[in-house]
């Protein structure tokens, strides 16, 4: 009997996940990668138990997350240096930061063990939902299925005509810096100050991740060159991590990807694609791969259509529930009102002090997938 084929628009993360899974299952799988070369921009990943599943049972996590440091607590600190909130982790609850370059080789180097196809310069410019794909150069091809892993600018949303691109005026600048002896360990830090944060996290013991997000009209916050004069003016105190700043990469926007479904006929979205969202919770790569393994699983136990439906059913709430949340909290961190500033930290310490606020902001990370079942921890 011939192998089922399918055929991935993109070479990201959650197109790598998918393609290795589904070829461990025994498909023959092809990617299509607009790109000259396979390489991930970005700087960290930050990784809960979610994902981290994900790469142990596709078997890339050792290989990606070599000389990784666990965090033990994720603290919001306000500007005046007092803590809002701090998210507690364990051995059953495990955070991390991975250097993105170190993910996106492993997962390079899991799908050619597992024989996928993978040709650059190759991008996709439509699809049919009958599973029809067309390249810029006119070439076709039909699968079994189609997937559209090509993100938040994604052409086989959009020649699918479905869902919503709405963008979103944050953006941040991301870099990996130098650890050194003064660094504090196991510790990851959110800092608050006005409508600018900072964020801070070990990595693995040469890095620290650290990101820069403002509202994309601060200019000096969010213009090229990255102007460390301008976040020195807002925290003072991080001047040892500042100064380390050197190469680093500014997204001017983030945006929102809404879909009322993420598959049509023969065709599904994976990632970005499906569920863009702005990175305040840490769960847009890890919804991702998650929902990509996920996928995987349902094609293994049922036929397509049938697949797609269950997949749908299973990830699509959680992907909305962090998706919401996501929301609600670049809405505290960038659009208070001005003149309730002063209040904010004692109402944010309230909120994400709740117990139903936390389970809900927590959804996809305590989503487990790819064991024997797929449950909530």
Known sequence: MAKKKVIIAGAGLSGLTFATALAQRGWDVQI????????EVGAGLYTWENGLKVLESIDVFDEASQNIEFITNLDMIDNTYGLMHSTKFTNESRFCVIPRRDVYKALVNACKRAGVKIETNAETVSVDPSGVIQLRDGRKYK?????????VHSNVRNSLNIGRKEVIGNGAWRA???RIDEDKKGIAEEHWNDYRRIGIAPSTDKYRY????GMTSDKEALSEPFNKEAWLSSFPHLESVLERIDDCRLDKNFYYIYLNSWKRGRVALLGDAAHGMEPNLGQGAGVSITSALELAIQLERYDIEDALDSWEKIM???????????RIYGAAASNWPKELLGIRP??????M???NIDLMMSTAARYVTGLNTSVFI
Not at 32 to 39: A, C, H, M, N, V
Not at 210 to 213: A, G
Not at 346 to 351: D, G, L, P, T
């Open 143 to 151: 699968a079994d299925l189609i997937i559209g892993a090509d993100g």
């Open 316 to 326: 699509k709430p959680a992907a909305d529930t962090t998706q919401m949340f996501s």
């Open 176 to 178: 990996l810096i130098p």
């Open 346 to 351: 004692e109402i944010v310490s309230k909120s």
């Open 210 to 213: 650290v990101y820069l997000t």
């Open 32 to 39: 299509f990668e607009r790109s000259s070369d396979l390489r």
């Open 353 to 355: 002090g709740s117990d």
